[in-house]
Nanobody
Framework: QVQLVESGGGLVQAGGSLRLSCAASGRTFSGYVMAWFRQIPGKEREFAAGITWRGVSTSYSDSVKGRFTISRDNAKNTVYLQMNSLKPEDTALYYC???????????????????WGQGTQVTVSS
């Protein structure tokens, strides 16, 4: 059974940093694109960052570009999201997601991802 387990969320002051981790298990994720999405109550899940299988390509939403960095360690089946210069508007439940992508396209629609973690809460105080 495929599992994605996020960790690293918490409460931080504006301007601070957090590092999220997503540990994958249950199958090989060779060729899979991994991504981080975030969601606040009453709104749709929003793409934040994505990374191809070998980490050659990354993609970010405009709202996090320049502040967040996505990376992966395939030997550990783990994806990371380093979040710097955090703002109160970054407060959300952050989800890890995975999808097979033969063309290694970083998809931004949540409906196109097959596997999801349970989410980790990030709260940024002003």
């Amino acid at each position: 059974q495929v599992q994605l387990v996020e960790s690293g969320g918490g409460l931080v002051q504006a301007g601070g940093s957090l590092r999220l981790s997503c540990a994958a298990s249950g199958r090989t994720f060779s060729g899979y694109v991994m991504a981080w999405f975030r969601q606040i109550p009453g709104k749709e899940r929003e793409f934040a960052a994505g990374i191809t299988w070998r980490g050659v390509s990354t993609s970010y939403s405009d709202s996090v570009k320049g502040r967040f960095t996505i990376s992966r360690d395939n030997a550990k089946n783990t994806v990371y999201l380093q979040m710097n210069s955090l703002k109160p508007e970054d407060t959300a439940l952050y989800y890890c997601a995975a999808t097979p992508s033969p063309r290694q396209s970083i998809l931004r629609s949540a409906t196109l991802y097959n596997y999801w973690g349970q989410g980790t809460q990030v709260t940024v105080s002003s």
